[in-house]
């Protein structure tokens, strides 16, 4: 079987999330990033399973990628939803995933919420996907393997409300006195947001606040302001304090 690995993960955590859970199927896998600014969709003609997996921005899907996602032609292949969150709370999330590639024509067969670490508040599921979510999302992949192998293509019911809740702001990284101009956060940046030619311009309209310039950047150059992430995380101690556990639904 064609595993479809269909993912957006501008820091790497949700990437991690998709990797155990493509790894764990145990069949040949193709990656389609949606985090390249390049991508021009794709048509799916295989009889095979996606894996579509996304960060939680806000308790939202990131709206990058779903217009990307919303170029794959999906031809009817079986789908996994995967919303990796900071160990806050994946909210609409995961509704929003299933609800656009069904959109695209994908089987929607299973759901799956997944911790990562928070992207700006470090401190959160720091580590995480651990060996324990490891062992947790790979007993996930033979549930799900055993609902295919039994021809079930029911969508599960996932939760979440419709309309979905609204998208906020968010905090936009600033280049430091330690830039280089190498123009590695510009080259990578998902949306273009960032002047290739003086790297330490950034369009704050444009930039959609997901932090991959801060994780690439090779000077650790690019960073948000320290005290608005101390009021980030102090704002989510009640809900991050406590280690929560990625979920299956089918």
Known sequence: MQIYEIVFSPTG?????ADVLTGA???????????DRNFA?????????????MPSFGGRAPKTAVSRLKTVKANGIKAVAVAVYGNRE?????LEICDVAKECGFKVVAGI????????????????PDDTDTQQLADFVKRITDKINSSSVASPDI??????KKSGGGLVPK???ACVKCGVCANQCPVGAIDEKNPKRTDKKACINCMRCIAVCP???????GVMVKLVGAALKEACGNRKDNALYL
Do not use: W
């Open 13 to 17: 955590g949700t990437k991690k999330v």
């Open 25 to 35: 199927f145990g069949a040949k896998t193709e990656t389609i990033d949606l985090s």
């Open 41 to 53: 969709g794709c048509d799916l003609t295989d009889d095979g399973l996606a894996v579509i997996a």
């Open 90 to 94: 994946q909210e609409d999330t995961l």
């Open 113 to 128: 919420s997944a911790v990562a670490e928070h992207s700006i508040a470090h401190q959160y599921a720091t580590g995480r």
């Open 159 to 164: 939760p979440g409300n419709r309309p979905y």
């Open 175 to 177: 280049a430091s006195s």
């Open 219 to 225: 000077q650790n150059a690019r960073k948000v302001s």
